[in-house]
C-alpha cells in the first residue's frame, strides 16, 4: 500500500497488486468484480483494502465507471451508478476508484476547512471531459490532491486523435513524440482548477509489473487497483 500522509482526520491508501488472495492474471489485491475473477475473493481483497484504513468493506462506496465527468456523493454501501468520481463528507465512509493504467487521484479539503474527500478514476477521456474539475467542485473549499500510480510517458503511446486534444488543453510538451505524459497533465487539470498543494506518486503502471496490472502491458483477463479514502 503507498499511504498518502496529508493533513487532516484522513485515511488515503493507493493500493498495489500485493497482498490479496486472488490468483492467476489476478494475483493477488485484484479489487474488481467485473475483470473475471472468482467474487469472494474480490471481496476478501476488498475487505483487506478497507482494514488497512480501519474501516468495514460494507460500507464501501464504488461507481461503476465508464470514462466520464461525472462525480456523485456518496452513500454506504452503493455500487452501480454510473460515474468516475465519489466524494463525501460522511465520517468513516470509504470511497474507492479502481484503476489499471489511468490516473487514480485523491483529493481532501484542507486548512482548517470541514473535512471532505474525494477519489476520481481519470483516463484521457475523462481529463479532457472535466473529471478533475467536477471533483474540485463537487468538493469545494480549499483542496489539495494527490496523483497516484499510472502509465507513465514512457510507456503511454497515443495516436493524434488523443495527441492534439492534450496539446491543445495542456501544453505540446506533455508529447514525447508519440507518448503523453498523463502524469502532468493531471497536475496541470488540478492547477487550472486553483489546485496549489498537489503531490504526485510517479510510478509506471506498464513498468512495474510485480506492483501493478496495467491494461496496456497484458490486456484482459487482469484485475485492478485503486485509491480508497475517508474522512477518520
Not at 46 to 73: D, F, K, M, Y
Not at 90 to 97: N, S
Amino acid at each position: 500500500m503507498i499511504r498518502w500522509d496529508t493533513p487532516g482526520p484522513y485515511e488515503v491508501l493507493f493500493s498495489t497488486r500485493v497482498g490479496g488472495v486472488s490468483e492467476g492474471p489476478y494475483e493477488s489485491l485484484n479489487l474488481g468484480r467485473m475483470t473475471g475473477d472468482e467474487v469472494d475473493r474480490v471481496d476478501e481483497n476488498r475487505r483487506r483494502l478497507c482494514a488497512e484504513i480501519g474501516t468495514l468493506p460494507e460500507r464501501l462506496a464504488l461507481n461503476r465507471q465508464v470514462h466520464s465527468s461525472l462525480v456523485h456523493e456518496a452513500e454506504a454501501g452503493s455500487r452501480g451508478e454510473p460515474g468516475d468520481g465519489l466524494w463525501t463528507t460522511e465520517l468513516d465512509l470509504p470511497v474507492l476508484a479502481m484503476t489499471a493504467d489511468c490516473l487514480p487521484v485523491a483529493l481532501v479539503r484542507g486548512d482548517g476547512d470541514a473535512p471532505a474527500v474525494a477519489v476520481l478514476h481519470a483516463g484521457w477521456k475523462g481529463l479532457l471531459g472535466g473529471i478533475v474539475q467536477s471533483g474540485i467542485e463537487a468538493l469545494g473549499g480549499r483542496v489539495r490532491a494527490c496523483v497516484g500510480p499510472a502509465i507513465g510517458p514512457c510507456c503511454y503511446e497515443v495516436g493524434a486523435e488523443v495527441a492534439e486534444p492534450f496539446a491543445a488543453a495542456f501544453g505540446r510538451d506533455l508529447l514525447r513524440g508519440r507518448y503523453l505524459d498523463l502524469w502532468t497533465a493531471a497536475e496541470r487539470a488540478l492547477q487550472q482548477s486553483g489546485i496549489d498543494h498537489i503531490e504526485r506518486i510517479d510510478l509506471c503502471t506498464a513498468c512495474n509489473p510485480r506492483l501493478f496490472f496495467s491494461h496496456r502491458r497484458t490486456g484482459k483477463p487482469r484485475g485492478v487497483q485503486g485509491v480508497i479514502a475517508r474522512v477518520a
